[in-house]
Structure formats: C-alpha cells, structure tokens
C-alpha cells in the first residue's frame, strides 16, 4: 500500500457508523476550529502561554503516536511509505491542506531523518490571526508536536521538529525541520523541557515551597539586619559588625578600604586577613562571586557612602557555594557599614570644622591667653610648648576628575586620622590654598619624635594616599608663647614659597635673612627694590644668562675660580661677564655693601619665580 492510498475510514469511524462488528476501529470526534481555538485562548488566560505551548504540544505529541501505532500495521509497498503517511494523515485529519517536502532523508537502519516540510494553510494559523493577530513566535503547537510524535515511533528515534516560520508571523506558509534530538545537537533542548509534563499541583507545591524559603531567608535577613543596624546606632564600630556576622553565620568576614587595605574582620587570624585579595575586587559596582586559583570563594559587595564606593563587605568560603540568604545578609551588613562609617564622618567633620575654627581664631591674634586655654583644654590640643607651624602645599601631576573641594577635604580628613592615630597633638585648617598645621613641639618630644623625621614621613604618607598629587612643606620656627602663631604662620608661608621640585621640605630658620625678606607682604615695595638694584641688568639681560652669573658669583663669596668651577666656565669668560655686569649696573659689584643689596634682589627675584634658580639652604639643618 502507499500513503497516497490512505484514508480515515480504514482506521476511524463516528459514532453513527460504528457496529459492533466494527470493534476494530476507533471512534473519531469532530471539534469546529473555531471552537478549538477559543479553547486556546481560554488556556492562555488561565495557566499562561508556556504552559499552554507545553500542554498543545504534548497532546499533539499522544496523536502522532495514536496515529503511527495504526500506520506500523499497514503492509506498506517500501518503508518510506510510512514515514510518508504521517503528512498523508496531517491532511486527512484537517490540520492542513496540504505538505510539501524540498528535503525527504530518512534511513531506517541509522535510525537518521532530516525532512525540510512547508505546511499549508494550517488551522492553528489561521485561527490564531482571526483571534490574535500576527504572532512573534511559531504557533502550529498542536501540530509540531504531532509530527515529533509520529516521527519518534516510527523511526524508534526521538525526532524534535522545530517550526521556523509561521504565517501567524507573516510568513506566506508555515515552515518545518525534522531531524533526531542527537542530529539536533543541542539546538531544541528549549524545546525538550516543552514535552516533559509537570502537573500544575507540583508546579504550585514547587512555588510554595520557594516562598517559604524565601519567607524564611526574609525572616532570618529582618532580624540580622535589625541586629546590624541596633550596632550602628550604638557606635560600637566595624569591628561589632564582623564579630555579629561571624557569631550569625560562621563564616570568615573582612572589612576592606578601596584600596583593600583590611579594615575589621573576623573568622580568621590576623595574618590571614590580608591575603585574599583579587585583581578584579577594586571593579566590583555590585554584589558578586570572585574565584581564587586554590578553590576558594570571596562573596564581595561595595559598601557606598554618598554614592561613592568607600570599601567592601566580603564572606570567605573554603569549598561550599554562597547562598541566597548569605547575598541578602551581605548586602544588608554594608548599608550598616555605611551607617557606622557615616556617623563617624560627620563627627570627624564636626570635631574638625570645631579645630579649624579655633586655629583660624589663633591666627586671627583675636583671642586672649586665658580665652585659647580654655578652648584648647575643651578640644583635647595640649599646649605644651614650644609651637610650631607647618603649611603643606598640594600640587596637581595631572588632571584630575575630583572636586577640589572634595579631594582637600579628603586630605584633611586623612591628616586629621594620621594625627590622630600617632597621638600627635595637632590642629589643622585649611588657608588660602595650603593646609596649616599647629603643632606642640613639647609632646613631639615627650613622645620622642624629631620633627624632621615626622615631617618627612608625613610626606611621604601624603605622597602615598594621594599618588595623583606632589606635595610641599613649609617648617616655621619655634615659640613658646601660642600668642606667635600668627608670625609662625607667615615664617611657614615664606619657607613654603623656597620649596620647588628637588627640595620639597624648607624650614624656615635655614633660610637666614632671606626669611625675613621673604615675609615682606608689600608686592610694590619688592617690585621698587628689584628694579633699582637690578632693573637695568634685567632689560639688558633678556635670556638671564648674566643675571645668573651674577648670583652664582655672588653665591659663591665672590670667588672667581669657584664660580668658574661650579658654572663650568673658563676665567677668561666669566672675567669678561663680570666686567659687563659692573659695565650694566654701574657699581662695583665686588664691594660688601653693593653685593649684599644685590644678592637679595635676586632672591626676591628667584621667590617671585622669574629667575629659575635654586636658592641654597643650610643643608645641616635637618641633622640638627
């Protein structure tokens, strides 16, 4: 027999036509299209379109397989006839009108099969424009999954057929593949889980279940976090939030800075607690998992302050997996961090802009003896004299994104720590564009701390928190009497104004007379003297070679083979520009009284930065 041949009647008939001597055949219904597709949609509204494409498919799936158990009866004349009589049956069933095959390979043996169908006018098309309109996806469920039905039982292969165009899409004609899920090679296992059944009960113990976990996870997160933030409110530190998590839930805990500095942890030793570090941490803008090569896991999440990343909240795990609940807990514990560290932000800032406001007083002369003993005692600063000032000078290697404003307070903040955290009695104030720092000389002592090195360090620790930045020092001298700060400030600010690239610490008493000069705040009165010591030189001097001979030589005691020396010059020429200077200037340039006049002239003149010279300082100062 062929395919072509067949018809319903051999295998169905209606109730109307059955005897009981037709025993041997199924009874067959007839259902409107119109009537099946509102059924359709009644499933959409009720349990959803996934459910229903996995429900239309699975029915269409039990009539192929009716169907092909009929057709292996048959006596076929070859057996591609049987493969042939499932889209014989499509048509007889009314699923379409017609099938067209550009592809037909099926082999038996190999149990392999790759048919490319075009399917016409399909009822589920038609029906789901008319009730729908055009679709986004295939919609030919009921018959997709009858051909993967038939196919699988008639080759002994489970066959997949996968529809890639629709005319509910637009597409002229619906259009499909069939092909053995091993041939398939992974591409429909989306489609598979379609054909697996789950009964909606378990689907809704399945939900049940996750929301009691889910509840539970909540429950177990609301009470934590309850725990964590009564911490915050209380103070107690970063180092309360790490004993609780690790008393909570047993893992290791950490604390880091942005840096990944190890502030507060728990869980672990001391020795351990800077060791699980990750190249990636430093990127991480949300909660994740990073992998370490020896197996181990570090859950991390950013702890924000003012919608800035100001450090992480990290668990460590040895060989489990971090679960729900741990991620809901983590993040939690860092918004307590962000409380914590908030609160002491504001303190500090409030402590510090309390400071600032006493030295600016200091500084301003506007207050008695008795009046800044009394605030001194209030703010802890211990007047032990003698006092000195630092002004510390930041400069910009590059640009910078930061607010100004942001990065100085942030540099105060840290030198407020730095001082703090030394037991170095300081207050600190920002003015004009440097930092000034008032210090109690007798508590350095008392702690044994030279100032030359606590200034070098401190440096250096600016230099390393703000790696982008080149930072200056400016030492002033000693005081006994708290009343002189104002004129140690000045000092500060005349030996800030000596610093350059080579030499990025000067304290004042090195600079001799020059500091005095260097104190002078009157431009005009400056400008006056330059120009009648040296004015003429410097017209007639345009490239400064002589002008720079001048100070050299002038350096240098007026020594004419030292300066020839240290200028690496020969006799004869610098002869001769010394005669050119007297010739400019009109003066004896070697006389004591004119050497002195110029010599400060062209340090007023360095100090200006017009003439790019290093001024010489006592270099035995800082050993002293």
């Not at 007889?92 to 399917?119: Q, R, S």
Request: glycine fraction near 4%.
């Amino acid at each position: 027999m062929k395919a072509k041949d067949l018809n319903l009647d051999q295998f169905y008939k209606s109730t109307t036509q059955l005897g009981q001597e037709d025993s041997i055949y199924e009874r067959i219904i007839s259902i409107p299209t119109s009537a099946r597709a509102a059924l359709k949609h009644e499933l959409y509204e009720t349990i959803g379109m996934e459910r229903t494409k996995g429900l239309l498919l699975r029915y269409g799936w039990h009539c192929g397989v009716s169907d092909a158990k009929k057709m292996k009866e048959v006596a076929w004349d070859y057996s591609k006839e049987l493969m042939l009589a499932g889209p014989k049956m499509h048509v007889l069933h009314g699923y379409l009108e017609d099938v067209i095959m550009p592809i037909n390979e099926v082999d038996f043996e190999k149990g392999t099969i790759h048919l490319d169908a075009i399917w016409v006018n399909t009822f589920e098309a038609k029906e789901h424009l008319k009730l729908f309109g055009l679709s986004e996806t295939p919609v030919c469920h009921t018959i997709v999954g009858y051909a993967s039905g038939y196919l699988s039982t008639v080759l002994g292969e489970r066959v997949i057929v996968k529809e890639v165009e629709c005319k509910a899409m637009g597409h002229e004609n619906c259009r499909c593949i069939c092909k053995t899920v091993k041939e398939w090679n992974g591409e429909v296992d989306n489609e598979i889980t379609y054909y697996q059944s789950n009964s909606l009960i378990n689907e809704l113990d399945q939900a049940y279940e996750k929301l009691k976990v889910e509840r539970d996870n909540l429950n177990k997160a609301y009470h934590i976090h309850e725990r964590l933030m009564n911490e915050a409110l209380k103070e107690n530190g970063l180092s309360s939030i790490v004993d609780l998590l690790y008393e909570t839930i047993g893992l290791p805990v950490i604390i880091e800075d942005q840096n990944q500095n190890t502030i507060a942890f728990a869980g672990m030793q001391e020795k351990d607690s800077g060791y699980k570090k990750h190249n990636r941490s430093k990127n991480v803008k949300k909660t994740e998992l990073l992998q370490f090569d020896d197996g181990t896991k570090k859950l991390i999440t950013p702890i924000l302050l003012q919608q800035k990343i100001i450090g992480y909240c990290s668990f460590l795990y040895e060989s489990n997996i971090p679960s729900e609940l741990d991620k809901m807990i983590l993040e939690r514990a860092a918004l307590a961090c962000s409380t914590i560290l908030l609160n002491e932000r504001i303190r500090l800032n409030t402590e510090q802009r309390v400071r600032r406001s006493f030295l600016e007083d200091i500084l301003s002369s506007q207050m008695s003896k008795e009046e800044i003993a009394k605030r001194a005692y209030y703010l802890g600063f211990k007047l032990h004299p003698p006092f000195l000032i630092l002004n510390l000078k930041r400069s910009i290697k590059k640009m910078l994104n930061e607010n100004e404003l942001e990065l100085n307070e942030e540099l105060i903040n840290q030198l407020f720590m730095y001082f703090k955290d030394r037991n170095i009695n300081a207050i600190l104030a920002q003015k004009s564009e440097g930092i000034i720092i008032l210090l109690s000389e007798g508590s350095l002592k008392e702690n044994f701390i030279q100032i030359h090195q606590m200034v070098q360090k401190l440096l250096d620790y600016c230099a390393f928190k703000f790696s982008k930045c080149s930072f200056s020092i400016g030492v002033s001298s000693s005081s006994n009497a708290i009343e002189d700060a104002a004129q140690l400030y000045n000092e500060s600010l005349a030996a800030l104004n000596v610093t350059n690239k080579s030499r990025n610490i000067v304290h004042y008493d090195s600079l001799g007379i020059e500091g005095i000069l260097f104190q002078v705040k009157n431009e005009e009165m400056i400008q006056k003297f330059i120009k009648k010591q040296i004015g003429t030189l410097i017209e007639n001097d345009k490239n400064m070679e002589l002008t720079k001979t001048l100070y050299h030589y002038l350096n240098n005691g007026c020594n004419v083979h030292k300066t020839a020396r240290n200028m690496n010059f020969s006799i004869s020429g610098l002869r001769y520009r010394l005669q050119r200077l007297n010739e400019i200037l009109k003066s004896d340039i070697n006389r004591p009284n004119v050497s002195f006049q110029l010599f400060l002239a062209l340090q007023s003149l360095i100090m200006r930065g017009e003439l790019d010279i290093e001024i010489e300082i006592e270099s035995d100062f800082v050993n002293k």
